[in-house]
């Protein structure tokens, strides 16, 4: 398994995506495509279950095994929801 957070692409900058919340992954924390495609080529010279392939990751990773479901509640609260909002109302789940 691989987490590659984001990824600088041109899907970005064509795609139009205007965000409510204004969140975006911070630009030290990109990875290129080419970056991601060394990740996958090491993963098959050297394989392992997972990789995580930015620093901050790992600490996310780690609270996630300290306190399971906190970065998923975090993440769902702090941007699912704000972000899909309009959605959520109108399936009745908010």
Known sequence: MIYPGGLATEFGSHAGIKRKTKATTPKFMLLTAEQVGRLVVGLVRR???????????YFSAWINQLFPGLVDWTTISRFTVPERSDELTAAGLK
């Open 47 to 57: 394989p392992r279950p997972e990789i995580l392939t930015a620093w901050p990751w």
